[in-house]
C-alpha cells in the first residue's frame, strides 16, 4: 500500500515515451464506474490528439522539459514562457469547514487544520472568498440543486445541459453543457505531450448512474476518471525504461477498491510522475463526487461521506479534511523536490489548485461559496494572502487560464461572461494573452 511521503525519486525524463498509438476519446453516459477505463479503449481524460490523416502511428516524443514545462524548440511544441505551464486541479465534494480552513483575511490570516499541511507554502498561497457557483440550464434558468448542477457547473463555467429527470425542479441532477476546463486547457498546453489531459480519480466501489462529476468533453459527455492505479501506470509510463518508475509501479500495485486512502495517495504519486516525465501537462485528481459516498473507515468514519456532513458534528469529519490537506502537501513538496532538466523545480512551473463546489458547512449551499485555494510559487498569481473578490466559477477559469498563459475565450454560460479576475494575476512581466 501506497502512503506518503512516498519514496521514489522522480527524475525527468530526456525524452517521452515511445507510443505505437496514443489512446483515443471515449465517452460515457454515466459519471463514474467502478473499474478503470477498459485500456484498450481509453479516454485518455477525454480529448484525443489530432486525428492522423498519414496513416502512419503516433509520433515519439524526443522533448526535454524545461522549467516552464514547455517542449525545447527543436520539437516544434509551444515556445517557452515565463510562468506556469501545467496545472493540476484537486477536487474534493461539498465544501469545508472553515474553522478547520483558514481564518482571517488579506496577509494576515491563520491555516486551520485543513490547510496546515500547506503552511510550508504559505506565502505562496492564495486563497480566494467570494466566487459565486452559478448553473444555468440550455432555457437560460440559473438552477440551483445544490449537488450535481454545482458540479456540472464547476469547471464548466457554469454551463449546464440536459436534466436527467425531466422537468422537475425539486430535484433533477444536470449533465454539463460543454467541456471543462481540465479539457480545454489540455488542448491549449499539450505540446507533443502523450496525454492532453489526464483525470484520475477515486471512488467509492458502488457505482452511481447520476451526473454528479465534474469533468466533461462536452455537452451531455461526462469524461470518467481512470481509476486503477496499475492501470494508469501502464497507460501513462507504459514502455518507459526508469528504475523510478519500476519502484512507482511497484507501490501502486494491487491497493483495494475500498482502501480510498490508499488509493488516493496513488493517483497523486501517478500524477507527480506524470509531470515529471512529461506525459501531460494538465491532470484532474477528483476525490468522490458531488454527493459524497466514500467511507472513510480507515480515519474512522462509518458512514458515507456524505451522511457524516449532514448528521454529524464538524470534529468526525475534521479527519478526512486534514488527510486531503496532507495528501496534497505531500504532492507539492514532491513537485518541489523533482528537477526539471534546466534545474529549477517542477513545482516552479505548475499551478496546483484546490477546488470544491461547495462552501463552508453547512451552510454549503450558499451561492457565494466555491472553495479556491492555489499554490503558485512562479510570482504569477498574488500569492501570500487571502483575497475577497465578487466573481463566479467563469471568471475563475478565465483567471487560471491566463495564470497560464492561455485566453480563454468564449468559455461557459454567455450570462457569466467569463473573464480573468485582475486582482489575482501580478501581469506585469509575464506574456500572457489579455
Known sequence: ????????????????????????????????STSMVDPSEPTASGVPPAEDTTGTTAPTSTSVVDDTGSDSETTGGPPTREGPSRILVFYTPHGFYQDQAWSGTGQSFVLGSMLEP???????????????????????????DNHSTASAGLLTGGLLGTGVNGEATDFNPHYAGGPSLDVVLGEALAGETLLS????GVRDPSPTSLPLGVSYLGLDQPNPPWLDPSTTFELMFGGLED????SLHDAVAGIAADDPVGLLDAQLALAAAAFGHDVTRVQLVT??????????????????????LVSEPSLQAEPVYVRWGQSLAALVGQLEATPSASGASLLDSTLVVWLSELGSVPAAHSRNAVLVVVVDVSG???????????????????????ALGVELGA?????????????????????RSE
Request: charged fraction near 15%.
Open 1 to 32: 500500500m501506497v502512503r506518503w511521503p512516498l519514496t521514489v525519486s522522480l527524475v525527468v525524463a530526456a525524452c517521452g515515451p515511445s507510443v505505437a498509438g496514443s489512446p483515443e476519446a471515449g465517452s460515457s453516459t454515466g459519471e463514474v
Open 287 to 308: 476525490v468522490d463526487v458531488g454527493i459524497p459516498s466514500i467511507r472513510w473507515t480507515e480515519l474512522g468514519l462509518r458512514l458515507p461521506f456524505h451522511e457524516v
Open 118 to 144: 500547506l503552511e510550508p507554502w504559505s506565502d505562496h498561497l492564495l486563497i480566494v472568498e467570494g466566487i459565486s457557483s452559478h448553473a444555468v440550464d440550455p432555457e437560460g434558468i440559473d438552477v440551483m
Open 197 to 200: 489531459s489526464v483525470h484520475l
Open 411 to 431: 468559455f461557459g454560460h454567455p450570462s457569466l461572461g467569463a473573464a480573468p479576475i485582475a486582482e489575482l494575476l501580478e501581469v506585469s512581466g509575464r506574456h
Open 243 to 246: 528504475p523510478a518508475l519500476d
Open 380 to 402: 504569477t498569481m498574488t500569492t501570500g494572502r487571502v483575497a475577497e473578490v465578487d466573481a463566479d466559477q467563469a471568471d475563475l477559469a478565465a483567471t487560471l487560464a491566463a
